[in-house]
């Protein structure tokens, strides 16, 4: 029989019977001779609901009618070289009438013995359900960590565990494990994440980046060439889980395979590899989807860099020119300890003024790589809502603070980042309320985002305004820099999220009086589970 590749069971210690060995393999295994069962082990008992007295019945006793003369004719096609799957839907019979539909693999040995292994899929639906459920995830999440955090629970659900692995120069670096508590080869996984692994150390996936192809790891021992034939994989987690079906799929996200995505599960069939496949051309296009937005971002903000040079030579220079007709009138009015008292006051002003542009002109030039880490939401807002309050328009304006957020929420993004770009927008927010007015921030969340919305009463914004809130030196404060809001909607796009300013018919609050509503859209995280 043709297979792609091989994972071995745990390894039987010397002087184990042949049973002891097939009883040892997870799934269920039939040896036929002559279309009589000749041996079987305790998980095919289990499935067709006999005892010992299986060995002895003929095949088709277990097999509705006319489904061996099927099977046989798929035997003979693929001697004859016919392309066709490798495994097989069988239903089998069972004693008390009830039948189990089995994924068949076979290989024809000597003479005309044949060796089945097959896998229980009656209930297949609930499998063929989750799988749709990962090829249904929104095409809008930012990137591969976005979309693995959507299909964590689908994978977790499933009981397989995933290792989303990165190819370096020197060999390979595991990134990310998908896998429920406790389980073996999960917790293994873990331990070697964010280490460098050499090419010597794992052979399947060197034969991946080899071939090109993906590759599925079968649960019996196979003959396979080359350094696959010895890929025992994982060592003790994986004799210890039973856990002995893989699929392995490259991801490209140039010419080059940049990543690759293993899966396994003790019941993953190669029919669930056509999946785990499309999953991971999914993971490819995030990735590349990634890379394309921020090399868009590089290159506005080079463009960008033309225009601030002049708007920031118009900035400075005025400034500079109160500044210098102060140094005059000192010059002239050395004398004067009232003119003195008053020419010192503008030259502290526009001195300060000076930097405070500098410093958003720095931030908003900031190419630091983002941190971007599953993070609770609501201890985050109240951060910003108490560094918030310390700005003096808080205690001047007095408003009514409307705080809803969830304390389960998670978001993908760096903390650090994110907070500063909440915290000019609150502070906004206190800066334009009405006196008394209402300050409102509320989030809810779907499937793969969160939805965040911060809303302040008061005047209502003209279009013009509304349209050039977030263009770099745009502003409507008389000592302002103009940069604040760049410098939001740039670490928004930093961190894999969206900002905008919502038209007031959106807002959450009463519309009785003018709204503001800025409306950030996170990519949500699945909170992870504490190992211990």
């Not at 299909?151 to 060999?171: C, K, M, Q, Y």
């Given at each position: 029989m043709k297979n792609r590749g091989t994972a071995k069971a745990k390894r039987p210690k010397p002087g184990l019977s042949t049973r002891e060995v097939l009883d040892a393999l997870p799934d269920p295994v039939l040896l036929v001779d002559e279309l009589v069962i000749e041996q079987t082990n305790a998980a095919a008992r289990e499935m067709i609901g006999l005892g010992k007295e299986l060995v002895g019945r003929r095949l088709a006793s277990i097999l509705p009618e006319n489904a061996l003369?099927?099977?046989?004719?798929?035997?003979?096609?693929?001697?004859?070289?016919?392309?066709l799957p490798a495994t097989c839907l069988l239903r089998f019979i069972r004693t008390d009438g009830a039948s189990v539909t089995a994924d068949v693999r076979w290989v024809r040995l000597a003479g005309s013995r044949w060796l089945l292994t097959a896998r229980d899929v009656t209930d297949a639906s609930r499998a063929e359900a989750l799988m749709g459920r990962l090829a249904h995830l929104p095409s809008t999440l930012d990137g591969a960590e976005a979309l693995l955090d959507a299909?964590?629970?689908?994978?977790?659900?499933?009981?397989?565990?995933?290792?989303?692995?990165?190819?370096?120069?020197?060999?390979s670096v595991t990134k990310r494990i998908i896998a429920r508590?406790?389980?073996?080869?999960?917790?293994?996984?873990?331990?070697?994440?964010?280490?460098?692994?050499?090419?010597?150390?794992?052979?399947?996936?060197?034969?991946?980046?080899?071939?090109?192809?993906?590759?599925?790891?079968?649960?019996?021992?196979?003959?396979?060439?080359g350094d696959v034939s010895r890929a025992v994989a994982l060592g003790e987690s994986m004799a210890r889980s039973r856990v002995v079906r893989s699929a392995w799929c490259p991801i490209r996200t140039a010419a080059d395979i940049s990543h690759v995505l293993a899966v396994t599960g003790h019941d993953l069939t190669e029919h669930d590899f056509v999946a785990v496949q499309l999953f991971a051309a999914q993971v490819g296009a995030a990735l590349r989807i990634r890379g394309l937005r921020l090399e868009m971002v590089r290159r506005e903000r080079l463009a960008a860099v033309?225009?601030?040079?002049?708007?920031?030579?118009?900035?400075?220079?005025?400034?500079?020119?109160?500044?210098?007709?102060?140094?005059?009138?000192?010059e002239r009015n050395g004398g004067s300890a009232p003119v003195f008292g008053d020419l010192l006051v503008i030259l502290r002003e526009e001195g300060e003024r000076l930097q405070r542009l500098v410093t958003d002109l720095l931030e908003f030039a900031s190419t630091r790589e983002p941190n971007l880490v599953p993070t609770s939401l609501a201890p985050l807002i109240a951060e910003v809502l108490y560094a918030a309050k310390h700005d003096e328009s808080y205690e001047r304006m007095k408003p009514t603070l409307d705080i809803r957020v969830s304390e389960d929420l998670m978001v993908r993004t760096d903390e650090a980042l994110l907070r500063r770009a909440l915290l000019n927008v609150v502070v906004n927010a206190f800066q334009h309320v009405a006196t008394g007015g209402t300050v409102s921030v509320v989030a809810t969340s779907t499937e793969a985002s969160v939805r965040l919305v911060i809303t302040n009463e008061g005047d209502p914004l003209p279009e013009d305004v509304r349209k050039h809130l977030f263009d770099p030196?745009?502003?409507?404060?008389?000592?302002?820099?103009?940069?604040?809001?760049?410098?939001?909607?740039?670490?928004?796009?930093?961190?894999?999220?969206?900002?905008?300013?919502?038209?007031?018919?959106?807002?959450?609050?009463?519309?009785?009086?003018?709204?503001?509503?800025?409306?950030?859209?996170?990519?949500?995280?699945?909170?992870?589970?504490?190992?211990?």
């Open positions: 003369d099927r099977f046989r004719l798929l035997d003979f096609q693929r001697a004859q070289g016919w392309p299909s964590e629970p689908v994978f977790r659900a499933l009981g397989w565990t995933v290792a989303f692995t990165e190819i370096v120069r020197d060999g508590a406790g389980d073996p080869v999960g917790d293994y996984g873990r331990s070697l994440v964010d280490k460098l692994l050499p090419r010597s150390a794992t052979p399947v996936l060197v034969e991946v980046l080899r071939t090109g192809e993906a590759i599925f790891l079968d649960n019996l021992p196979q003959v396979q060439p033309g225009e601030m040079a002049a708007v920031l030579a118009h900035e400075v220079r005025n400034p500079l020119a109160v500044m210098f007709n102060a140094l005059s009138a000192l030196f745009f502003t409507t404060k008389a000592t302002g820099t103009g940069l604040g809001l760049a410098i939001v909607r740039r670490i928004v796009m930093d961190v894999g999220a969206s900002v905008a300013l919502l038209p007031a018919e959106n807002s959450a609050v009463s519309p009785s009086r003018a709204l503001a509503s800025f409306e950030f859209l996170l990519p949500r995280a699945i909170a992870k589970e504490v190992i211990h």
